[in-house]
């Protein structure tokens, strides 16, 4: 096994050691009972989760908003470096500026990396200061499932009229290197400024890259 180093915020880690905690990046796939799901151009699938507030969030709520969904994982390190830098911080502010609905989305299956209880997930939320309208809890992997999310990070959005217009990757640097954000080209903040400007997204979908998503069942 390949044991190059990758450093990760200062911290040398072993690319071997992340592989065998995260199994995997991007070629993660959903399981392969998932249900239909929405394409690119197509109307986005409705879902009803609580949040980390006791609060019943569905996407057919916010029809009229544009909607972002991101996957997270606050034990990935691919997720740890978005948040770290302030980069996710920064996008969710831009969004919540132009009146986007952002999600974070936890589709961790219970006893799996990444999954939390809503107190813990509220904790989580103020310690990396997000600004996301809500953290989802989706154990099931109802949402995950319907999206065919595969990493953390794993980000999608959904347009004011609910089709699904942006699904991949936050950027264009798959690796959990803090510097690589200064060069990054973020798929996401480009995407959500055609789309709030009225215009076609350009990049619609790329490679996601980051923490396999462990599922249910």
């Not at 132009?98 to 989580?124: H, L, M, R």
């Not at 400024?193 to 979908?205: F, S």
């Amino acid at each position: 096994m390949n044991q190059s180093v990758m450093k990760v915020g200062g911290a040398a880690l072993a690319l071997s050691a992340i592989a065998l905690t995260y199994s995997g990046f991007a070629s993660v796939r959903a399981p392969k009972n998932s249900p239909p799901v929405a394409a690119i151009g197509q109307p986005a699938p409705d879902w009803t989760v609580s949040d980390t507030n006791g609060t019943a969030q569905s996407l057919s709520k916010y029809l009229g908003k544009v909607v972002v969904l991101e996957w997270t994982n606050n034990h990935c390190p691919f997720v740890q470096k978005q948040y770290r830098t302030g980069n996710m911080q920064s996008l969710q502010k831009f969004a919540k500026e132009n009146g986007v609905i952002w999600f974070s989305v936890v589709s961790s299956a219970p006893g799996a990396p990444g999954y939390i209880t809503a107190e813990q997930g509220n904790k989580i939320t103020k310690e990396q200061k997000s600004l996301a309208y809500a953290k989802l809890l989706d154990p099931e992997g109802e949402i995950g499932r319907e999206y065919q999310a595969k990493t953390t990070p794993d980000m999608m959005i959904i347009d004011k009229s609910g089709t699904l217009v942006y699904s991949g990757a936050i950027d264009d640097k798959p690796t959990p290197d803090d510097e690589d954000i200064k060069t990054a080209h973020n798929y996401v903040k480009a995407a959500l400024e055609e789309v709030l400007a009225g215009k076609p997204v350009t990049t619609a979908t790329s490679q996601p890259y980051g923490c396999g998503i462990k599922y249910a069942h």
